[in-house]
Each structure stands twice: as structure tokens, then as C-alpha cells.
């Protein structure tokens, strides 16, 4: 796999670090979702960036869209709970997230799913992630965001006013109560993409 990372597009601001979750912002979006956001929370990561690139055994999946096999157009990687993260800082941000949560989420994040945009013409359709007990409760799924800019969508389930969320270099998005169940959210294609990105997200045991 051999593509252009353009690192004078993410931040420079040398080690990576996490900056305090503090300044979370909540937006409640209704019928008991909401999300939080928090620009810039991961500083100078263009090097973990990098590394994630080359280091993760990224796989490249074929699902079932009706009546044919087609090519998911985007690559993947999944930790389940037990498994050592690609990176340590990565399980650092799971356990700030986890302690941070723990009141009002109850329980541990414990399994991380990496999702690799290549550029623009990779995307995520339109879901919720029901695969497991979120269908039925309540849960929260943090996203951190690395690499070049993409729009995170969201949008109720059955339609309605669409929520735009730009998520850059660093960014965390925290989507909690009902959200999985009662919204979907997207990343859509672009040609406006000026580079890839890696997304990496946070779930609770038995949520997929």
C-alpha cells in the first residue's frame, strides 16, 4: 500500500499528546441522543499518523449490496476487548474516555475499530451501529479523528434535517444515549478530500 500522506495538512505541533476533556462541547440533537465534540483534543500526531498507516494489518472487506458482492470502499482493522492497541497512545485515549464517562456511561470502553479513508472516493454510508446490545440500550461510540478533514454526518432515523460535524486532525466526536438507534450517521464521498484519514473508534463491550 503506497499512498501520499500530506503532512504539512495536519498539525505540527511535535510529540503527540492529549489535551484535558474538559472542554467538551454537548449539542443534544433529540429523542435522547446527543454528541459531544472536541476539536484538537490529540496534538502533533502526524508521526502516529504514519505509523498507523504502515503499522496496522489493514483489510480490505467485500459485503453483500443486494444482489451482488461489492468492494467496501474503505479499509479496516478491529481490536477486540483484550487486544494490545497499534499504538499506545490510542489505549491512553480509551482509558482518558472511559474515566471521563464513567458516571454517566457506566462501564469501560474496551474494543477499538480503525477505519482507513484513502481519499475521497472512500466513504461510510448511512447506519447506526446496532450489531449487539445497542439496538436495544443506550450506549456511547468516541470517534477520534486523524489525518485530513472529513464531514461526519448525521441525520434522524427516517429522515430529517441533516447534522454536519467537520472533524480534523485530533478531533473527537462522542456519540451517546440513544443516538445508535435513533440516528444514523455518514461520511460520504468528496472530492474535496486533500488527503487520508484514519478514524478510530471506541466501543463498549457487546457494541459493534
Do not use: N
Request: hydrophobic content about 35%; glycine content about 14%.
Amino acid at each position: 500500500m503506497s499512498l501520499p500522506l500530506q503532512g504539512s495538512l495536519f498539525d505540527q505541533a511535535g510529540s503527540p499528546g492529549l489535551g484535558p476533556l474538559a472542554g467538551l462541547h454537548r449539542t443534544v440533537l433529540g429523542e435522547g441522543a446527543w454528541i459531544d465534540l472536541l476539536p484538537g483534543w490529540l496534538g502533533g500526531a502526524d508521526d502516529l499518523f504514519g505509523g498507523l498507516v504502515t503499522d496496522v494489518p489493514w483489510q480490505a472487506e467485500r459485503r453483500q449490496m443486494y444482489d451482488r458482492m461489492v468492494d467496501v470502499p474503505r479499509l479496516l482493522a478491529h481490536y477486540r476487548e483484550g487486544d494490545a492497541l497499534p499504538h499506545p497512545l490510542l489505549a491512553d485515549a480509551r482509558e482518558a474516555l472511559s474515566s471521563h464517562y464513567a458516571g454517566e456511561l457506566g462501564e469501560p470502553f474496551t474494543t477499538a475499530g480503525l477505519c482507513y479513508y484513502r481519499d475521497g472516493r472512500d466513504s461510510v454510508a448511512w447506519h447506526g451501529d446496532l450489531s449487539g446490545r445497542s439496538r436495544h440500550e443506550d450506549t456511547m461510540v468516541a470517534i477520534l479523528s486523524l489525518g485530513a478533514p472529513r464531514d461526519l454526518l448525521l441525520r434522524p432515523v427516517g429522515g430529517g434535517d441533516v447534522v454536519r460535524r467537520p472533524l480534523g486532525h485530533g478531533d473527537l466526536i462522542v456519540m451517546g444515549g440513544s443516538c445508535q438507534r435513533t440516528w444514523q450517521h455518514a461520511i460520504p464521498k468528496t472530492a474535496h478530500a486533500k488527503g487520508p484519514r484514519i478514524s478510530v473508534q471506541y466501543r463498549t463491550r457487546g457494541v459493534r
